[in-house]
């Protein structure tokens, strides 16, 4: 009896270490699944204003004057409030910042804030986009110009502040705007299209080493990193290096018609102030001072969506999903 009792326990201990292993990995899937899930972030900044005045003021005034400031504001919270018909709804802005990296990875951001906004704002609002990009893959920045292009389709009128940078990539986000503004020296332009790759192929010779790469269309693949380039697949890349310069030119002159394509579209940038008697630009102002005028007459919302890394164990499920072709 002792020893069926043992090999009972060692059973049951068996089968209970085995249930906590499972309910243990359906919780770490059930985290993972929900691991890259965000939510919208609002943040008011008249209250942020407000803050830094009060700050301010604590520190300029003497100790008299600032228990009449706290005694009068004491007073006011006394007061009942006024009914809401009576003081006409302010205006609200709302405000995104877009910081672009060379794969516009924070287009996946954007989407999400700009779908939020576009859920509640209405024509007398205004989005105000903080850009700073320097450009980056064609794609990309395509996906996110046509973002900002859903505010316009709207009716809500549309503003793009640059302090330090919105070039090829990054300018192709900003024309899109209504009113776009640039800090004096801020970098403006660079209307151009790149597209460089080393090539391996003399090394590889030299130590021969045998190259095979077997594609079905003739332009399926052109100049490659270890493909041997001929004449025709420099043309050939060439050509759509050409072609996408031409989109670009034509997204422009659809935002920016005023803009002299022949003088601006060479691949050059300028700053801010040169920017503005090129047209490039319509004024010359920090996003900072747009903001704390705005303030006076506006509601600001700073609006945000901090898109979380994925769970490891979610990138692994990923992975082994692709694998098996799904």
């Not at 009792?5 to 990995?25: D, E």
């Amino acid at each position: 009896m002792s020893e069926y009792f043992l090999f009972l326990a060692k059973g049951l201990t068996l089968v209970v270490l085995i249930l906590a292993a499972l309910a243990g990995l359906l919780g770490m899937l059930a985290r993972a699944r929900h691991a890259d899930k965000s939510v919208v972030q609002i943040k008011h900044l008249n209250r942020q204003y407000e803050r830094m005045r009060e700050s301010m003021q604590m520190a300029l005034r003497s100790r008299k004057s600032l228990r009449g400031l706290w005694s009068r504001k004491h007073t006011q919270r006394q007061k009942k409030p006024h009914k809401p018909d009576a003081e006409p709804a302010r205006r609200r802005v709302f405000v995104v910042n877009f910081h672009g990296d060379i794969m516009a990875s924070a287009v996946a951001s954007l989407r999400e804030e700009v779908t939020a906004i576009l859920s509640v704002a209405e024509p007398r609002d205004e989005v105000l986009v903080c850009l700073e990009s320097s450009g980056g893959i064609v794609h990309g920045y395509g996906l996110a110009a046509s973002q900002l292009v859903r505010i316009k389709d709207k009716a809500i009128p549309l503003t793009v502040a640059v302090d330090k940078v919105a070039a090829s990539g990054g300018y192709m986000m900003a024309c899109v705007a209504d009113r776009l503004i640039a800090a004096p020296f801020a970098v403006i332009g660079s209307i151009g299209v790149v597209s460089q790759i080393p090539n391996f192929n003399r090394l590889l010779k030299k130590h021969d080493v045998d190259f095979e790469q077997f594609t079905a269309g003739e332009y399926k693949r052109t100049v490659t990193l270890f493909g041997e380039t001929t004449e025709a697949g420099r043309a050939k890349l060439q050509q759509e290096v050409e072609s996408t310069h031409t989109l670009f030119k034509t997204f422009l002159m659809t935002h920016r018609p005023a803009l002299d394509m022949e003088q601006v579209a060479n691949g050059e940038h300028w700053f801010g102030t040169e920017a503005l008697q090129l047209k490039l630009i319509d004024e010359l102002c920090t996003s900072d001072a747009y903001l704390l005028d705005a303030s006076a007459e506006a509601d600001l919302y700073e609006v945000s969506y901090p898109a979380k890394k994925k769970h490891w164990l979610a990138q692994l499920i990923g992975l082994t999903n692709r694998l098996a072709g799904r």
